[in-house]
C-alpha cells in the first residue's frame, strides 16, 4: 500500500489543478474525481461497448474497488494483470500526468471517420518525438492539415498562375491576380481573429511559413498525390518544388471540379509523378522534325502565294506535331479510323502534314483552273477529304477524314459527332475503340458558339455519344480583331466543357514537349474512360485574321510584341542544339528537305489543267455508284404479305404481354391498328411502319431521331412501348419483324434542333444503305437549325460534291395552334431549291429521275399514307441520295379520310408526284368550270367545301404531292385535260409564305411553255458521267420552243390567306374566318 500511496503521491498535482484536494487518498477515488488537465490528441481506441459511455464510466463506486485490487495484483507480479494494466501502472509510476496513463492496446481495425493513428505520424514528428509519450502538439497536426491545403490548392488553382502565354503579356484567365492561396509570403492577417475556414487556414499557412528551418521539415504526403512517387514524405521546400514544376509552369489543368476521384487520381497521376515529362532523344527530334514540316509549309505558302489568303497558321505551329501525337498515342490504343473538324485556319496545313493529302493536289487550289467536276465548289480552306495510310510511327494502318465546313466556324462539330457515330455503328465498335472524333476550334468560337454546348450535351446521351472526342482550341487570344476581355464573360474560353465534367489542359505552345506530354495524357484520358477531353493550346496569331490584313489597327501592342518574338521552331532548336540533341546543320538539313518537297510538288501542280472536286471527298460511297443505272430507280411497292406481317406485328402487344403491362390507351391503339390490317388499310403511322419494316425487311438501316420520337409529339407513333410498372424496361416492335433484318434505331434526342440535326446529316453521310430521319417537334422550330440547313443540307452536294439522302420530317398545317406551331417555312426550302422556274426540261420516260437527279434536294407535302410510304422507300431506291424535306400532317394523323388501301401500296405502284382528281369532274373534264391545284392537308378541306357548295362537278381539284422539283409535265398534262376550267392554286399559308412564289413562274411554265431555253455550254464530262459512265443528253444551246404557243395565255389565280409577317394568327375565331375565305375563294366560279 506504501508504493501505491507513493505512485498516487507523484501523480497528484496536488494544490495548484485540483484545489479541492486535500492530500493523499484513495488512488482510485482521486482518479475518479480528476478531470483531463488539458486538451490533447490520443490514439483512438477501436474497443465497441454494449453500454453507453455515461451507463458504465470507467471508474465508479463499484470499479473503484476492483481498481485497488488490481493495483495490489501487479505490484505483486506485473504479469498477473492484462498488459493495458500494466502499461497504465507504469506510466502512473513514471510520473504521467492525469489522463495520460491509460495507452489503448494496438487494433488491427481501421481508424474510425477523421481519425488517424498517431503513430502514423512518428517518422515526420521530427524533435517532438518524444511527445508520443505524453501529449501531442496540435500545431503538429494543424501543419500537416495545412501541408495537405496547399497539395490541393496547387491542384485546385495553379492553372491561374501557370505561364501559359508565350507572349507573356495576359494572363490565359484573364485574370492578372495571383489566387491568394498560394502566396504563402503575402499573407497579411493582423490579429484579427478568424471568421471562415479558409481564413483559419491562410492563418496555419502563413504562420507555418514564417520559419526558414520550416521549409526543410518533413511532412507526410497524403494519398491525394503522387509527387512523391515512391517516397511517402518529402521536405516542404520539395513539396512546393514539384507542385510547382507539375501545375504552375507551361501546363495548367483544371480537374478538380470531375466528380470522379478515379479520374481526379488518374490525371494528379500523369502530371505529378516524378519524371513524367523526360522524353527521348528521338522522340524530341521527331518533335523537331514534325514542327519543321509545319512551319516550312506556311512559310512556302507566304513565299509563292503572298497575297492570298490561305488563314494559315503561323503562331500555332505546334498544332500539327500535337494533331500528329494525338493520333500516334490512339492508334497504339487500337484506334483505326479518326474523323476531324476543324475551321479554317491552320486547314491546309492539317490536310498537308497531318493527312498527307498529295501537296500537288492541294497547290492546284491556288491556280485559277476549271473544275473538272460538276458543282460550284468551295474555297481551299473549307475542303475536306479523306485519306487511309499508314501511320509510320506505330506502323499501323489509319484512316483519316476531315469534314467539310463553311465558315460558320463551329457548325461542322455536330457534323463530326453524327459521322463518327455512324461508323462506330457500322463497324459494331459499341465502346468507341476503334473510331474516335478530333474536333479542333478557335478560341472566340469554342466560348461563343451555342452549338458547341449543343453537341457538348449530345455526348454521354446513348443513342450520340462517340465515346469521348479530343477537342483542340487553337487559343491566339483573340478572335478576328476582337480582345477575349470583350468576347467572353468565362475565365477561360474552356469553361464550356466543365458542363460534362471534361478535363481541360491549357498549355503554352512554345513549349513542345509540354505540348506532346499533353497529348499523349488526353489520348490515354480518352482510350481509358471513352470520355471527352480539352487541349487548350494557348499561342497566338502571327498575321492578321487572314495574311491581308492588318491587326496593328486593333490589337498594337500586341502585334508588337509579336514581331519581336521568334517562331517556335527556332526556339526549340535553339534549346535542342545546347543540349546536344542536334546540330545547327541537321535542322538546316531538316529544313532544305523539306522545302525541296514542296518546290517539287508545285513543279508537278503546275502541269495540271484542271482541278477535281472529288479529290476533296470527305465521304466516298465505295462500290455504291459502280454498276448501276443511273436513271433506273427500283420499285417501291412490296408485296402484300410483307405488309400484313408488318402490321400485325405493329398491331401486336409484347410476346410476353402477360408479363409486360402495358398502358390501357396503348391497348386500343394497337387493336384499331389490328382492325384496319385487316380491312387492308392504313393510316399515317401505320404507313410509316410499314415503309420502315419493309426497308428493315431489305437489310436497311433505318434511324429516326428527334424530340419525342419514340412516342411521335402527337402520340401517333408508339415505336417504344414502355411497361408499366418496371423501369426501363421497353419492347420496340420494329426491332423484331423478321430474324434478320436490318437495324432499327429509334431515339428521342435532346431538346437540340441545331446540333441533333447536325448530327443526322453526319451520320447519313457514313453509309448510303440507311435511311435517316429527323423529325421536329413542330416544324416551326427547324429554323433553329437553318445554319445546318442553308450551309450543308441545301448546298453540300453543290460545294464538296457531297451527297446525302436524309429525311426531314416537319410537322405543318395552319390548324388554329398559333403563330410557333403552325408552319415549317416551307417557303425557304422551296426558295433554296435550285431548279430554274424558266425551264421545261425535256421530256421523256426519264423526265422525272433526271429532275431528281439534277435538283439539290426534293420538297413534298405529302396527302396520302401511301404516297408517304412509297417516298420514303424511293429514297433508297433511286441510284443516287438527295435529301429530302417532307412537311408532315398534325390533324390527318387521324383524319378519318386520310387512309390507304393496301391496293396503293402493293406491287407495281409508286410514288405519285401529282394525284389527279378522280371523282366526276375527271369524267366531264369539258364540262369543269375551275381546276383547283393544292397541296397537302387543305386538300381535304377544298373537298369538304365543294361537297357542302354542291360543286363536285364544276370543280377539280388535284394534289401537287412532290413540290420541287417542280412536276411539269404532269400539271401540263392535267391542264390540257381541263381545257374550259380556271385555274387556281389554293394554299392555307399567307401568301408571302407556303408555295405560291414557287409555283406561280413554274405554272406559267408548265402551262405556256413559250420562252427562249439559254444554257450554259458544258465544256466537260460532269460528276454524273464519271460516277456512272454514262454521258448526259447535251444541253441546248440555242433559241428553241418546247411547246407551240397556245392562242390564250392561261393564268393561274391565288386563293389563299393575305400576305403577313406572322406565320398564323393567334386567335381561334380569326383562324377560321381566315379559312372560310380561302375555301369560299377556292370555290368561286
Not at 38 to 63: I, Q
Not at 198 to 212: F, T, Y
Not at 868 to 881: C, G, T, V
Amino acid at each position: 500500500m506504501h508504493r501505491a500511496r507513493s505512485v498516487l503521491t507523484n501523480l497528484l498535482p496536488l494544490t495548484p489543478l485540483i484545489p479541492h484536494a486535500a492530500g493523499p487518498e484513495r488512488f482510485a477515488a482521486w482518479l475518479l474525481r480528476s478531470g483531463s488537465a488539458t486538451t490533447s490528441l490520443s490514439v483512438t481506441s477501436t474497443r465497441n461497448y454494449s453500454a453507453s459511455v455515461a451507463a458504465e464510466p470507467f471508474l465508479n463506486g463499484s470499479s473503484s474497488a476492483y481498481v485497488e485490487e488490481m493495483y495490489n495484483a501487479w505490484l505483486a507480479d506485473p504479469k498477473s494483470v492484462h498488459v493495458s494494466w500494466d502499461t497504465f501502472f507504469r506510466s502512473s509510476s513514471a510520473g504521467a500526468a492525469p489522463g495520460q496513463a491509460y495507452q489503448p492496446p494496438p487494433s488491427l481495425a481501421p481508424p474510425g471517420k477523421n481519425q488517424v493513428p498517431i503513430t502514423s505520424l512518428a517518422p515526420y514528428l521530427g524533435a517532438s518525438l518524444p511527445a508520443l509519450d505524453g501529449q501531442v502538439n496540435e500545431k503538429i497536426i494543424d501543419d500537416h492539415l495545412a501541408v495537405q491545403a496547399i497539395i490541393r490548392s496547387y491542384q485546385i488553382r495553379g492553372h491561374h498562375i501557370a505561364k501559359l502565354d508565350p507572349l507573356g503579356i495576359s494572363s490565359a484567365d484573364l485574370d492578372d491576380k495571383t489566387p491568394p492561396e498560394l502566396l504563402y509570403s503575402h499573407y497579411s492577417f493582423g490579429k484579427r481573429a478568424s471568421t471562415t475556414y479558409s481564413q483559419d487556414l491562410q492563418r496555419k499557412v502563413a504562420s507555418m511559413m514564417e520559419k526558414e528551418t520550416d521549409m526543410d521539415r518533413v511532412f507526410k504526403l497524403p494519398s491525394t498525390t503522387f509527387i512523391g512517387g515512391k517516397e511517402k514524405a518529402l521536405s516542404l521546400r520539395e513539396i512546393l518544388r514539384r507542385l510547382e514544376n507539375a501545375y504552375c509552369r507551361h501546363i495548367g489543368v483544371e480537374f478538380m471540379f470531375i466528380n470522379s476521384l478515379e479520374q481526379c487520381n488518374w490525371i494528379r497521376q500523369k502530371l505529378e509523378s516524378p519524371g513524367v515529362m523526360e522524353i527521348t532523344n528521338d522522340e524530341k527530334r521527331l518533335i523537331l522534325a514534325r514542327l519543321t514540316r509545319a512551319t516550312g509549309f506556311e512559310a512556302f505558302l507566304a513565299r509563292k502565294w503572298s497575297s492570298e489568303k490561305r488563314f494559315g497558321l503561323e503562331g500555332c505551329e505546334i498544332l500539327i506535331p500535337a494533331m500528329k501525337q494525338i493520333i500516334d498515342s490512339s492508334t497504339e490504343f487500337g484506334v483505326e479510323s479518326i474523323v476531324m473538324g476543324m475551321p479554317h485556319r491552320g486547314r491546309l496545313n492539317v490536310l498537308a502534314n497531318v493527312c498527307r493529302k498529295p501537296l500537288e493536289q492541294i497547290f492546284t487550289q491556288f491556280a485559277a483552273l476549271e473544275a473538272a467536276d460538276d458543282g460550284s465548289g468551295d474555297v481551299k480552306y473549307h475542303l475536306g477529304t479523306y485519306i487511309e495510310r499508314l501511320n509510320r510511327v506505330t506502323n499501323k494502318n489509319i484512316r483519316l477524314a476531315v469534314v467539310a465546313n463553311p465558315s460558320h466556324l463551329e457548325a461542322v462539330d455536330p457534323v463530326v459527332q453524327g459521322k463518327t457515330r455512324a461508323e462506330q455503328f457500322y463497324r459494331g465498335d459499341g465502346e468507341g475503340k476503334k473510331v474516335m472524333s478530333m474536333l479542333l476550334h478557335g478560341d472566340a468560337a469554342f466560348c461563343g458558339q451555342g452549338i458547341v454546348y449543343e453537341t457538348f450535351h449530345l455526348s454521354d446521351l446513348p443513342d450520340y455519344t462517340t465515346h469521348g472526342t479530343i477537342h483542340i482550341v487553337v487559343n491566339n487570344q483573340i478572335g478576328f480583331t476582337t480582345d477575349p476581355r470583350h468576347s467572353r464573360s468565362s475565365p477561360y474560353c474552356t469553361d464550356v466543357a466543365r458542363v460534362v465534367n471534361a478535363p481541360i489542359f491549357h498549355v503554352n505552345s512554345d513549349d513542345p514537349e509540354a505540348v506532346m506530354h499533353v497529348c499523349k495524357i488526353a489520348a490515354e484520358w480518352r482510350a481509358t474512360f471513352h470520355k471527352d477531353v480539352v487541349i487548350d493550346i494557348v499561342c497566338y496569331r502571327r498575321n492578321g485574321h487572314n495574311e491581308i490584313d492588318e491587326p496593328m489597327f486593333t490589337q498594337p501592342l500586341m502585334y508588337r510584341k509579336i514581331r519581336k518574338t521568334p517562331p517556335a521552331l527556332d526556339k526549340y532548336a535553339d534549346k535542342l542544339i545546347n543540349e546536344g540533341v542536334v546540330t545547327a546543320e541537321e535542322v538546316k538539313d531538316v529544313r532544305d528537305k523539306y522545302e525541296k518537297i514542296c518546290e517539287d510538288a508545285l513543279e508537278n501542280a503546275r502541269k495540271e489543267t484542271h482541278i477535281k472536286y472529288k479529290d476533296w471527298l470527305d465521304s466516298p460511297w465505295s462500290g455504291f455508284f459502280e454498276g448501276k443505272d443511273p436513271l433506273k430507280v427500283s420499285p417501291t411497292g412490296v408485296k402484300e404479305d410483307t405488309l400484313v406481317h408488318i402490321g400485325k406485328k405493329m398491331s401486336s402487344p409484347p410476346p410476353n404481354a402477360a408479363e409486360f403491362e402495358i398502358h390501357r390507351g396503348l391497348e386500343r391503339i394497337l387493336k384499331a391498328r389490328m382492325e384496319m390490317v385487316e380491312s387492308r388499310t392504313v393510316d399515317w403511322a401505320l404507313g410509316e411502319a410499314m415503309a420502315f419494316g419493309s426497308l428493315l425487311k431489305e437489310g436497311i438501316h433505318v434511324r429516326l431521331s428527334g424530340q419525342d420520337v419514340e412516342r411521335g409529339t402527337f402520340s401517333h407513333r408508339h415505336h417504344v412501348l414502355h411497361h408499366q410498372k418496371v423501369d426501363k424496361a421497353t419492347y420496340r416492335p420494329l426491332c423484331h419483324i423478321y430474324p434478320d433484318q436490318g437495324p432499327y434505331i429509334v431515339c428521342n434526342s435532346s431538346l437540340s434542333e441545331f446540333g441533333v440535326l447536325g448530327f443526322e446529316l453526319g451520320y447519313s453521310m457514313t453509309n448510303p444503305n440507311a435511311l435517316v430521319c429527323w423529325e421536329a417537334q413542330f416544324g416551326d422550330f427547324n429554323n433553329t437549325a437553318q445554319c445546318i440547313i442553308d450551309q450543308f443540307i441545301s448546298s453540300g452536294q453543290a460545294k464538296w460534291v457531297r451527297q446525302s439522302g436524309l429525311v426531314m420530317l416537319l410537322p405543318h398545317g395552319l390548324e388554329g395552334m398559333g403563330p410557333e406551331h403552325s408552319s415549317a417555312r416551307l417557303e425557304r426550302f422551296l426558295q433554296m431549291s435550285s431548279d430554274d422556274p424558266d425551264y421545261f426540261p425535256p421530256e421523256s420516260e426519264e423526265f422525272a429521275v433526271r429532275q431528281l437527279h439534277d435538283i439539290n434536294w426534293i420538297v413534298a407535302n405529302c396527302s396520302t399514307p401511301a404516297n408517304y410510304f412509297h417516298i420514303l422507300r424511293r429514297q433508297i431506291a433511286l441510284p443516287f441520295r438527295k435529301p429530302l424535306i417532307l412537311m408532315t400532317p398534325k390533324s390527318l394523323l387521324r383524319h378519318p379520310e386520310a387512309r390507304s388501301s393496301f391496293d396503293e401500296m402493293t406491287e407495281e405502284t409508286q410514288f405519285l408526284r401529282v394525284i389527279p382528281e378522280d371523282g366526276a369532274p375527271s369524267q366531264n373534264p369539258g364540262g369543269v368550270k375551275k381546276l383547283v391545284f393544292c397541296t397537302g392537308k387543305v386538300f381535304y378541306d377544298l373537298r369538304k367545301a365543294r361537297e357542302e357548295k354542291k360543286l363536285s362537278s364544276d370543280v377539280a381539284i388535284t394534289r401537287i404531292e412532290q413540290i420541287s422539283p417542280f412536276p411539269y409535265d404532269l400539271v401540263k398534262k392535267e391542264c390540257a385535260k381541263y381545257p374550259n376550267a380556271l385555274l387556281c392554286w389554293a394554299q392555307e399559308e399567307h401568301k408571302n409564305q407556303g408555295s405560291w412564289t414557287y409555283v406561280q413562274p413554274r405554272f406559267h411554265t408548265a402551262i405556256n411553255g413559250t420562252r427562249d431555253i439559254v444554257t450554259p455550254e458544258v465544256q466537260h464530262g460532269g460528276l454524273f458521267s464519271r460516277f456512272f459512265g454514262r454521258q448526259s443528253e447535251p444541253a441546248e444551246t440555242e433559241s428553241s420552243k418546247l411547246h407551240p404557243p397556245s392562242s390564250a395565255i392561261r393564268q393561274i389565280s391565288y386563293a389563299g390567306r393575305p400576305t403577313a409577317a406572322s406565320p398564323a394568327t393567334g386567335s381561334k375565331v380569326h383562324h377560321l374566318r381566315e379559312l372560310a375565305a380561302l375555301l369560299d375563294e377556292a370555290m368561286a366560279i
